[in-house]
């Protein structure tokens, strides 16, 4: 135990040396060596000092992004995204720019919450990996952006998804929920056309027009059912194999015999 105290005072009293000395040079170099050793923190705090004393120097670029990196490293996604985008916003061209706009956007990607969240961060990932696809569409890194994009899509679909269906539960709790439902879902397949709950939305769609159509004045009730078998054959075209089919036949059957064209 003693050997271990005795071999890390070095290293501490060499990290506190750094941070008092106003030599940048040495802070700088001190900081890459840390950030090679894994310790990420001591080199964010040591290049903090360092990126404004070097702001118009050979250094400045290299000590900025490795500033965003060492927070990226330490799983602060929030202060790593805003030091890479101060990076490709100064140095849109620079040596790092690449890489800069690709781990702001995977970072916010990585911090993404759950469906339930708030989904802010999760809009703003996706923001910053198109952004980064457009300026390096051949970059090796484009797939697993592409899918990171995909995933965070699904995301938002869920999500508004989940809203709808507590729309449709609602029903005609005071007022016409299932309206409120097909809005929301409608939306979110519009703005989310290729998502994994695409089929599920549609399904939600049909339900939702059918419990209107049920629930309508008699005067009413024939235009409505001509909406729910319009949904039944936009649903069934698209998904013929769908394991809602039968579910959707029988709306579809209830909805024929009121329905008249």
Known sequence: MLAIVALAAPSCSEYNKAT????????????????EKGKYAQAATLLKDCITVFKGSEKAEESLYLLALSYYEN?????????????????????????????????????SPEPQLDQSLTIKAIEELQGFLEYFPNSDKVSIAQNAIFEMQDKLTLKQLENAQLYYNLGSYMG???????????????DYPYSKYKEDLEMLVLKARYQEASMSVDERKADRFRDVIDEYYSFINNYPDSPNREEAENIYKIASRYATY
């Open 20 to 35: 008092k000395s106003t030599d940048f040079n040495y802070k700088f170099d001190y900081a890459k060596r840390a950030f």
């Open 75 to 111: 799983k602060d996604y929030t202060s790593s995204g805003q030091y890479f985008k101060l990076y490709y916003t100064r140095y849109p061209k620079g040596k790092y720019a690449e890489l800069a706009r690709y781990y702001c956007g995977y970072g916010y990607y990585l911090d």
């Open 176 to 190: 016409n929920n299932y309206e409120s439902a097909v809005i929301v879902a409608k939306n979110a397949i519009k």
